[in-house]
Structures are given as C-alpha cells and as structure tokens.
C-alpha cells in the first residue's frame, strides 16, 4: 500500500507566480490535510478536506490560498501570486477516518 | 484541544531507553494522546496513540498515568536514527492535530 504521495517534491517560484502542490491520499483515505512548516519552526494546520468538501480551512490565509480535493485526482493545495513568505515545506496527511493521519514526505516551496 | 507540555530537548545514550515525557493536565475523558515524530527534512511519522491504558508497538511503548494528566514514550533501544522531534498531541476524533514544538530528541553514540 503506498504511503501518502505528494509532487511536486521541490517546487521554485518567482514572486507572482502561482504554485499548485498536489497530494494523493493512502488508498482507501477520503480526508486529507494540509500543513504547512515554516523554516525552523512547528507544524500548522491549514485545511481539511474530504472528498469535494472542505471540513475546517480555519489555518488557511484568508487570501491567496485554496485548497480543493475533488471527486476523482489528487487534493490541490494552491497559493496565487506568491510572496517570499510562503516559502516553507507543505505536508499532506490522510486518514481513513478522523483519527490517525499519516504524512506525505512534503513540498518544498522556495519563492525567489 | 488539550495543551500538552514537553521538554524542549534531551539527550540519550544509544542503546539506552528513551523516555519522553509530556503533560496534559487539561485532557478530557475522550481525548487520545498521540505521539508523531519528525526526522529533519521529513515528514511526520505516526509512532503510538492510546486512551487511557498503556500501547505497545514495533516502535514504541506508549504510559499514560492513570489520572491521564501525563503519559510518557518509550523508545526501548535508541539509535541514532531515532534523533528527531517527538510531538505529543491529544486530540478528540473529529478534531484536527494541532502539533507544538515538541522534545527534540538527539541520540548520542
């Protein structure tokens, strides 16, 4: 059963560009998360979502940032118009149900 | 949530146990205590959860005293790929994770 898959795994965008992360749950997980990790610091929740709804976006930015996870492909994380803070490593997580959550290995976004 | 306190950072020896403590004074009766580390440049790994009775694992050893204010996680032989950040969470099925900062735990050969 592969793990919790996420790609790009290392991602540079210039300021202004737009950046998509995507991440394909465990087989048989319909919730998937999102966090984000800033350099040196914790893990922050951002959203959480099943399929085609989302559950809690209480961490995300009010602007710039959207996340979907659609009936059939990979949860998108995407962030419009990118500044140098939103560069920082995003982790995908995915649970059967709401309990236990296992993690991608994340995607490095560096804003240049 | 419950807030949970540990220790900022530790030290073991390799081949000793490690125990990571971690406070929860505020946990309620459905709250379960998780514990997730994350190795540098990697993503979070599950290692154990319980409710109120003591886990083991392949990975681990899960104590959680019985007021459930405390619990601690056990590595019974560390090695040097065990030197990570060790969160530990409470959290109510529903709830999202929230992760703190965490035991930075390094293994000394």
């Known amino acids: 059963n592969a793990g919790v898959m996420q790609n790009p795994r290392h991602l540079v965008r210039r300021r202004g560009q737009e950046a998509r992360l995507r991440c394909s749950p465990m087989k048989g997980h319909s919730h998937v998360y999102w966090y984000r990790q800033l350099p040196e610091e914790g893990l922050k929740f951002m959203v959480y979502?099943?399929?085609?709804?989302?559950?809690?976006e209480s961490g995300m930015p009010k602007e710039r940032f959207s996340a979907e996870f659609p009936k059939e492909g990979p949860s998108i994380l995407r962030i419009q118009q990118v500044v140098r803070g939103d560069s920082a490593a995003y982790f995908c997580?995915?649970?059967?149900?709401?309990?236990?959550?296992?993690f991608g290995e994340g995607s490095w976004l560096t804003v240049v | 949530d419950a807030k949970t306190t540990q220790p900022t950072s530790m030290d073991c020896a390799e081949g000793r146990a490690a125990n990571l403590p971690c406070n929860h004074s505020t946990i309620s009766g459905n709250e379960y205590v998780y514990w997730y580390r994350q190795i540098h440049s990697q993503g979070p790994q599950y290692i154990i959860h319980g409710l109120k009775n003591n886990e083991t694992n392949e990975m681990a050893s899960l104590i959680i005293t019985e007021d459930r204010k405390s619990s601690t996680l056990i590595l019974p032989h560390a090695t040097l790929r065990d030197t990570a950040v060790y969160y530990c969470?409470?959290?109510?099925?529903?709830?999202?994770?929230?992760f703190g900062t965490g035991t930075s735990l390094t293994v000394i050969p």
């Open positions: 969470i409470v959290m109510n099925t529903g709830n999202q994770f929230y």
């Open positions: 979502l099943q399929k085609e709804n989302i559950i809690d």
């Open positions: 997580a995915s649970s059967p149900q709401e309990n236990t959550i296992y």
